[in-house]
């Protein structure tokens, strides 16, 4: 990410040191918009994690990497013209959308972030149980269409309210609510076929 980290050296920085961790994200980016590089740097460091991961499920045969500088160089360019009261958050996601879906042309596979649902377990339970459940979930939410598997893990996973998520999938809010309950019925209803067969937890 040499060429973001770049971007900070090449604007006059702040002498007064700013408490940029307890900023908000919107207050980072309205910083952002004044062409604060520290305040720049300081949301990338925010959202570079998640962006990521979310990158990663949509394009998993692509460098995310790649579309993470992309989206970040992107937003320093146009940085005078943001709009705060949109939401820098779902702004940024939707932005890594449109470049990870370009770079791949269609949604193939959902790939899971490393932590999966609350499978149920407890912490007795046998880890080569909860190790199988899980690799169950992730086969489970892959066989999901793929809007529906985008909006229960941008709703799971990233834990991105229902309104954040229509405006990153450009979709209504009713539509992503449909999306995630079908989610989860067609989800519990896989796990009850898959402990009918006595594969599940015993």
């Keep these: 990410m040499e060429a973001i980290q770049n971007l900070s050296t090449q604007e006059t920085r702040t002498t007064r040191a700013r408490p940029y961790v307890s900023w908000s994200?919107?207050?980072?980016?309205?910083?952002v918009a004044d062409s604060?590089?520290?305040a720049f740097e300081a949301l990338f460091?925010?959202?570079?994690?998640?962006?990521?991961?979310?990158?990663?499920?949509?394009?998993?045969?692509?460098?995310?990497?790649?579309?993470?500088?992309?989206?970040?160089?992107?937003?320093?360019?146009?940085?005078?013209?943001?709009e705060v009261r949109v939401g820098i958050k779902p702004l940024l996601y939707r932005m890594a959308r449109n470049r990870a879906l370009?770079?791949?042309?269609?949604?193939?596979?959902?790939?899971?972030?490393?932590?999966?649902?609350d499978s149920g377990q407890s912490p007795e339970?046998?880890?080569?149980?909860?190790?199988?459940?899980?690799?169950q979930i992730q086969d489970w939410i892959g066989q999901?269409?793929?809007?529906?598997?985008?909006?229960?893990l941008l709703s799971r996973f990233h834990e991105l309210p229902h309104a954040d998520i229509a405006r990153i999938m450009n979709?209504?809010?009713?539509?992503?609510?449909?999306?995630?309950v079908h989610a989860l019925k067609d989800l519990r209803a896989a796990r009850a076929r898959w402990e009918a067969t006595g594969r599940g937890p015993q």
């Design 25 to 31: 994200l919107d207050e980072l980016a309205s910083a």
């Design 36 to 38: 604060d590089a520290d």
């Design 45 to 82: 460091e925010r959202l570079r994690e998640p962006l990521f991961r979310y990158v990663r499920e949509l394009a998993p045969s692509g460098d995310g990497y790649d579309v993470l500088q992309d989206v970040f160089l992107k937003l320093w360019e146009v940085r005078s013209r943001l």
């Design 102 to 117: 370009n770079m791949t042309r269609k949604l193939k596979r959902i790939r899971l972030p490393g932590d999966l649902p």
């Design 125 to 135: 339970g046998s880890t080569v149980e909860l190790n199988e459940l899980q690799e």
């Design 144 to 152: 999901l269409p793929p809007r529906r598997a985008e909006a229960f």
């Design 171 to 180: 979709l209504s809010v009713r539509t992503v609510q449909t999306h995630i």
